[in-house]
């Protein structure tokens, strides 16, 4: 709960939504397709683990992807995948892996793993992971058409780039909607896939892989230098020049150091043209707000949450929302509404945000054992308070400002230790209730 009832508001529709469509299976909607979309999930998961313990749910879920996984390691953009999904591929198509939608096989495991902290999630799913990504290799490794047609140095590297296949790209992007696959798609794909390759280390590493860890570390350095070469100018601008692609580059560090400014500026650019409204889509959202805030960028990332004018989260809060919208605009300013839906729960992944950056409950170490209590007190609002039910208990923060003065109170369960760090003060291995003040 805020000082903001749209904010709140806003959270409601984000746990309403994800209660509506996580019955047996993570559904994309519960009154048209009803298919766990693979894209949806994936986003959300960060969100959906603050929001309610879904750990045994998402187990389940992956246990239906492995049995879902072909002989060949790829993953459908539907689990469980009945077989009318087919008429989704267009005319011949052949691949079954789409970047960011079959990524869940990776993606959510490496994030249950981080709210729940333990090491038998990836374990139970490391054989599926491994052949996922040994699928995305082989599908990296087909040629473009215009191979032939290429410069030699740029021949060099195209099996590096996923630029063979049909892909979703950034999908519902406001600016061009379902014509996002085809402005973004080979871009975004790549870009998941030096995600996926990190992870991939990362996973590796922690379960004592040590060869396929040092494999991906080396092909991770390999396809971003790939992308860069591909999609990059030298002045740090995109070949495709929207908000998601900047968003993707920077949050996966893509983009090199002496070109992070330059590309920081576009992306703030790109924001500032659209009057100062997201145009980011499935896959870029999840990381548009912690990445402006990661970079310095804090005001530009609270102006950007507390719009209300569309596309943004809060117009459909004005438009009387009472669940998350398939699309940004699902209803018009007059009230007329589109075919989207009105119950997907993908765009609600900025309950992420508001868990981790307003209210300040985020992690320290998986599992939530190491806290670290940071919140946003430069947000604009006047308080914030709530929980998050961890595996240990409550860790339950609640701020407020009042003049100059902010009070913090918090209160953790037993065996959790938290770094708090609230205004101008720092205080280091707190494992009991715990208030303070400061000034402002």
Not at 18 to 35: A, H, L, V, Y
């Amino acid at each position: 709960m805020t000082s903001d009832e749209r904010l709140n508001k806003l959270q409601e529709n984000i746990v309403r939504s994800q209660e509506g469509n996580m019955i047996s299976i993570p559904t994309d909607c519960p009154q048209r397709e009803r298919t766990g979309w693979t894209g949806d999930m994936q986003v959300y998961t960060p969100t959906a683990c603050y929001e309610k313990d879904v750990e045994q749910f998402l187990r389940h879920w992956l246990d239906d992807m492995r049995h879902e996984q072909y002989d060949d390691g790829q993953i459908p953009q539907v689990i469980p995948c009945p077989p009318s999904h087919d008429y989704m591929k267009p005319e011949g198509e052949e691949a079954v892996n789409t970047a960011g939608w079959s990524d869940a096989a990776i993606i959510v495991p490496w994030r249950l793993y981080e709210f729940y902290g333990d090491k038998q999630i990836l374990e139970d799913n490391y054989e599926m992971i491994s052949r996922y990504m040994i699928s995305i290799e082989n599908r990296m490794s087909l040629l473009p058409k215009d191979y032939g047609e290429m410069t030699p140095e740029r021949q060099a590297y195209q099996k590096y780039l996923w630029n063979t296949d049909f892909q979703f790209g950034d999908w519902l992007m406001p600016s061009a909607g379902m014509d996002s696959a085809k402005y973004t798609g080979n871009e975004v794909a790549t870009l998941m896939t030096v995600l996926t390759t990190e992870l991939m280390v990362k996973i590796s590493t922690l379960l004592g892989h040590v060869e396929k860890a040092m494999h991906y570390a080396e092909l991770n350095q390999t396809i971003k230098s790939a992308y860069v070469k591909e999609y990059m100018t030298e002045d740090g601008r995109m070949t495709s020049d929207y908000q998601g692609v900047y968003v993707l580059a920077l949050a996966t560090n893509t983009v090199p150091d002496h070109l992070k400014v330059a590309s920081l500026n576009r992306l703030k650019e790109l924001i500032h043209e659209n009057d100062d409204r997201l145009d980011t889509g499935f896959l870029s959202v999840a990381y548009l707000l912690p990445l402006l805030h990661e970079l310095g960028e804090k005001e530009l990332a609270n102006k950007l949450l507390f719009r209300d004018q569309s596309p943004s989260w809060l117009y459909e809060v004005k438009m009387g929302a009472t669940t998350m919208w398939e699309a940004w605009n699902c209803y018009a300013e007059d009230g007329t509404p589109s075919a989207d839906s009105m119950n997907h729960f993908a765009f609600g992944c900025v309950g992420e945000y508001l868990f981790r950056t307003i209210l300040g409950i985020d992690k320290q170490e998986a599992g939530f054992q190491k806290v670290l209590i940071k919140p946003d007190l430069n947000s604009g609002l006047h308080y914030a308070k709530g929980q998050y039910d961890s595996i240990w208990g409550p860790i339950s923060v609640d701020w407020k400002i009042t003049g100059r003065k902010a009070e913090l109170a918090l209160v953790l369960p037993p065996n959790v230790t938290a770094t708090v760090e609230f205004g101008s003060k720092r205080f280091d291995n707190i494992t009991h209730d715990f208030r303070v003040n400061v000034r402002l």
